[in-house]
């Protein structure tokens, strides 16, 4: 079955970068994308960006120049590196994974990683 | 970029029927998602492309569209349909918008 399974809690100073990783098991990073979503405390759901299955990547307008999402095949894993943290960016971040087949539409999400920005 | 607008909260009691609206400029010309979201736990795809339901999320769950305001509905709601609910769709500039939620309370 799919499983995405992404690293563990990261507590970080102002001005730091978090890396979060995402390995996909039963999920095919050839074939199809991954989408990255943060929830700030007691907030909303807020799009990052999305790597496709080519390598190509689009970033929320708000974020660009300092997130940048990676894949490395080898390892089915993605990553999403955050730079130039500030308080604002605490939040848990998910990753998520979907696509469509002869049998429907499937949708898949990490368990959450909480990244605290804390001086 | 586009967005949508959700109402904060909507609460019904158990087995009336729950609307939630999701209305946004783009809404006409980008599919509409919606996700379920209980506390701590990851976001459910509870409806794609405005109105189809994934296998496994239960007949109750229904999505329907117009104009620019899109529509999850809960027939029969029921104590464990309580969650936050988003609404999501691409704006058009090929990034994607969440709506900023609805928080369903079941009296």
């Known amino acids: 079955q799919v499983q995405l399974v992404q690293s563990g809690a990261e507590v970080k100073k102002p001005g730091a970068s978090v890396k979060v990783s995402c390995k996909a098991s039963g999920y095919s990073l050839t074939n199809y994308g991954i989408t990255w979503v943060r929830q700030a405390p007691g907030q909303g759901l807020e799009w990052m960006g999305w790597i496709a299955n080519n390598g190509n990547t689009n970033y929320a307008q708000k974020l660009q120049g300092r997130v940048t999402m990676t894949t490395d095949i080898s390892t089915s894993t993605v990553y999403m590196e955050l730079r130039s943290l500030r308080s604002d960016d605490t939040a848990v971040y998910y990753c998520?994974?979907?696509?469509?087949?002869?049998?429907?539409?499937?949708?898949?999400w990490g368990q959450g990683t909480l990244v605290t920005v804390s001086s | 970029s586009s967005e949508l607008t959700q109402p904060s909260s909507v609460s019904v009691s158990p087995g009336q029927t729950a609307r939630i609206p999701c209305s946004g400029d783009a809404l006409p010309k980008q599919y509409a998602y919606w996700y379920q979201q209980r506390p701590g736990q990851a976001p459910i795809l509870v409806i794609y492309?405005?109105?189809e339901r994934p296998s496994g999320i239960p007949e109750r769950f229904s999505g329907s569209s117009s104009g620019t305001t899109v529509t999850l509905t809960i027939r029969g709601v029921q104590a464990e349909d309580e969650a936050d609910y988003y609404c999501?769709?691409?704006?058009?500039?090929?990034?994607?918008?969440f709506g900023g939620g609805t928080k369903l309370t079941v009296l």
């Open positions: 999501q769709s691409a704006d058009t500039s090929s990034t994607w918008v």
């Open positions: 998520s994974g979907s696509f469509f087949d002869s049998t429907g539409y499937y949708d898949y």
């Open positions: 492309k405005d109105t």
